[in-house]
């Protein structure tokens, strides 16, 4: 690999790790290690690779390499004649990320409706048009959420018709 794009996927490394860190909430390395093996591929990397690229010492990278594999977000194979274990990404793992993007998009949804209808049940008791709830805001964002959760239902389907072709 040339020099040029080491030095690019080391700055990518860092940015979605900083992204991965706080979406997940992981410590630095664990998001470190996890953006290294997702920029790497399907070909997987080693844990002598990843105390190298990420300069880290072996029992941070082996803490942080167990706590992912016990969270279900990365996996490892192993190669005839090569005693190396290779981390890969869970393929499930976009999958339940998927998943819990919808329950909360549905929460949000349910607790939206529940507010709209008490706002309009408070409308409907008064008279003074200048003290009713708008509820716009409301319905936009319950479209919002239906078109969304349509499209990343889309996507899922998308993604489990692949790797059932793996």
């Known amino acids: 690999m040339n020099h040029n794009v080491c030095t690019q996927k080391q700055a990518l490394v860092e940015k979605l790790g900083v992204l991965i860190e706080n979406k997940e909430q ?28 990420l300069c ?21 194979f192993t190669k ?23 329950e909360t998009w549905s929460l949000q949804k349910q607790l939206h409706m529940e507010i709209k209808e008490y706002k309009e049940a408070m409308n409907s008791k008064t008279t ?23 499209s990343i239902l889309e996507l899922k389907t998308k993604i489990t018709n692949n790797i059932s072709k793996i």
């Open 56 to 76: 880290a010492s072996k029992s941070t990278i082996s803490t942080h390499l167990n706590h992912l594999q016990d969270l279900k977000k990365i996996v490892y």
């Open 26 to 53: 992981l410590a630095p390395v664990a998001a470190r290690i996890l953006s290294y093996i997702i920029l790497t591929g399907k070909v997987g990397t080693t844990f002598e690779d990843l105390v190298t690229k």
């Open 80 to 102: 005839a004649g090569d005693r190396k274990k290779y981390f890969v990404m869970n393929s499930d793992n976009i999958i339940q990320n998927i998943d819990a993007i919808i």
């Open 128 to 150: 003074d048009e200048t003290s009713k709830f708008d509820l716009d805001f409301h319905d936009n964002y319950i479209q919002f959420l239906d078109e969304a959760t349509k």
